[in-house]
């Protein structure tokens, strides 16, 4: 098992350019959550889903989309983006409420705007 | 809304010593889960130890242990005979019975003088 795969590990855009970060499961987990991590911030949640087709707003969601089609992938998408979106993401997963509460992180993607 | 706070941005400690990580956190909830997890240079986000809030025995795994003191809302991190591979950041997190949504510390940076 792979676990949990974050897709590209590195990426550097010019302000304005858009692009999607994967995060790929196959554990079948059914909640996964994207996570940004700022130095001296700690992570804060972006956005998360609770299964297939399903996703909601985290702490700072502002300046992202995501989209759950498939149960094993969740996608974060940056329409426009912006040098304050450099950062670390992480990708999360947990099998379902009640079942598993410690989350398995991918290995995260380091953005960098310019 | 939920906070956590981890006072000591840096810590060091001699190789073979034991050293205690702080953390402190805010809720009015009697359900809950918490954390420690650990970052290495590597970034991967690794589980060290948790806590559930009903247990009143404090979660130990090997040369890792907790002090869990609920009603002070205090969650400290001891790491006993400690090792250069313990060197990392260390993140404290909360997440409340039912929303399985972390809150994140803004880190411990422990290193480990040999």
């Known amino acids: 098992n792979a676990g949990v795969t974050q897709t590209p590990k590195f990426r550097v855009l010019k302000t304005g350019q858009s692009m999607t970060l994967l995060c790929a499961q196959d554990?079948?987990?059914?909640?996964m959550y994207w996570y940004r991590q700022d130095p001296g911030m700690g992570l804060r949640l972006i956005h998360y889903?609770?299964?297939?087709?399903?996703?909601a707003k985290g702490e700072v969601p502002d300046g992202y989309n995501v989209s759950r089609l498939k149960k094993q992938n969740f996608l974060l998408g940056l329409e426009s983006a912006a040098p304050s979106q450099t950062s670390v993401y992480f990708c999360?997963?947990?099998?379902?409420?009640?079942?598993?509460?410690?989350?398995?992180f991918g290995p995260g993607t380091r953005l960098t705007v310019t | 809304a939920q906070t956590v706070t981890q006072s000591q941005p840096e810590m060091s400690v001699q190789e073979a010593e034991t050293v205690t990580l702080s953390c402190t956190y805010d809720?009015?909830?009697?359900?809950?889960?918490l954390f420690w997890y650990k970052q290495p240079p590597s970034r991967q986000m690794i589980l060290v130890i948790r806590?559930?809030?009903?247990?009143?025995q404090n979660a130990t795994e090997n040369r890792f242990s907790v002090n869990f003191q609920k009603a002070a809302k205090s969650f400290s991190l001891k790491i006993s005979d400690s090792q250069l591979g313990d060197a990392a950041m260390y993140f404290c997190?909360?997440?409340?019975?039912?929303?399985?949504?972390?809150?994140f510390g803004t880190g411990t940076r422990l290193t480990i003088i040999p």
């Open positions: 554990m079948n987990h059914e909640y």
């Open positions: 997190a909360y997440e409340r019975f039912g929303n399985e949504k972390l809150t």
């Open positions: 889903s609770v299964g297939e087709g399903t996703t």
């Open positions: 999360a997963t947990i099998p379902a409420i009640g079942v598993k509460y410690e989350q398995y």
């Open positions: 809720t009015s909830e009697s359900d809950y889960y």
């Open positions: 806590q559930e809030a009903y247990k009143q």
